[in-house]
T-cell receptor, first 116, second 113 residues
Framework: AQKVTQAQTEISVVEKEDVTLDCVYE???????LFWYKQPPSGELVFLIR??????QNEISGRYSWNFQKSTSSFNFTITASQVVDSAVYFC?????????????FGTGTRLTIIP | EAQVTQNPRYLITVTGKKLTVTCSQN?????MSWYRQDPGLGLRQIYY???????DKGDVPEGYKVSRKEKRNFPLILESPSPNQTSLYFC????????????FGSGTRLTVV
């Protein structure tokens, strides 16, 4: 069975600090997709990134960057120069296709608090 | 605008009173799914549907029903809600295969008293 582990339950950092959110996954599939979602206090899920298993290039989008390492089954997320608006719960997720079920397996989330 | 619409956004109900949470998508996606989110557990799949009239259980289906009579709609039905179904619910749709990504509704916060 697929599994996603986000070992950091809660993280607090002072504004402008850099912070990395960890994500470790388990899968037997050779083709899979990894996601990060942001959930602000309002509750909706905001899509941040999708990465397929064949693309190990790191990605940067503004202050956000992602490090995908198949060798360690990790897909970590770094926020540079954090801002108060980054305060949210962040979920890492893994997609699988199992007999037609396009299921997302989520981690338990990391609550990030940015202290002004 | 491509979107998944869930209603209601918030709902407080009493134990045993049947309720339906609606979900509609305008992207002609074949695949739709329901998840519930609970503290410390992340999101877990309740039911999914691969197409019209094709539905199946996810990881936590007990106490829920679904139907897929039309491609765009995938309602979640709680025949006799109980307090342990108090949760945040999300509907999602996708074209199929994780590569096309998922579109989530805004969520329904359900409280059963």
């Amino acid at each position: 069975a697929q599994k996603v582990t986000q070992a950091q339950t809660e993280i607090s950092v002072v504004e402008k600090e850099d912070v990395t959110l960890d994500c470790v996954y388990e899968t037997r599939d050779t083709t899979y997709y990894l996601f990060w979602y942001k959930q602000p206090p309002s509750g909706e899920l905001v899509f941040l990134i999708r990465r397929n298993s064949f693309d190990e290039q790191n990605e940067i989008s503004g202050r956000y960057s992602w490090n995908f390492q198949k060798s360690t089954s990790s897909f970590n997320f770094t926020i540079t120069a954090s801002q108060v608006v980054d305060s949210a719960v962040y979920f890492c997720a893994l997609s699988e296709t199992n007999f037609g079920n396009e299921k997302l397996t989520f981690g338990t989330g990391t609550r990030l608090t940015i202290i002004p | 605008e491509a979107q998944v619409t869930q209603n209601p956004r918030y709902l407080i109900t009493v134990t045993g009173k049947k309720l339906t949470v609606t979900c509609s998508q305008n992207m002609n996606h074949e695949y739709m799914s329901w998840y519930r989110q609970d503290p410390g557990l992340g999101l877990r799949q309740i039911y999914y549907s691969m197409n019209v009239e094709v539905t199946d259980k996810g990881d936590v289906p007990e106490g829920y029903k679904v139907s897929r009579k039309e491609k765009r709609n995938f309602p979640l039905i709680l025949e006799s809600p109980s307090p342990n179904q108090t949760s945040l619910y999300f509907c999602a749709s996708t074209e199929g295969t994780g590569g096309s990504g998922y579109t989530f509704g805004s969520g329904t916060r359900l409280t059963v008293v």
